[in-house]
């Protein structure tokens, strides 16, 4: 699949789930977010996980 192609079939998610995600799936999905570039490599995310709920309730 080309680049094109890719950014035609995209779609942005807008409904949520309760349903869990597994500690080592995020953890997957955050290395693999952590190899796109960024311009002049500013590298300018930051990311914030919580996994115990009652610390996101706060």
């Known amino acids: 699949m ?8 995209r779609e942005s998610c807008r409904v ?10 995020l953890t997957h999905l955050v290395d693999v977010a952590r190899m796109a570039p960024s ?4 590298q300018p995310s930051i990311l914030l996980s919580w996994m115990n709920r ?5």
């Open 2 to 9: 080309n680049f094109e192609n890719l950014q035609a079939e």
């Open 16 to 25: 949520y789930s309760d349903k869990k995600v597994s500690c080592e799936l």
């Open 39 to 42: 311009g002049c490599n500013s």
């Open 54 to 58: 009652r610390h996101i309730q706060k």
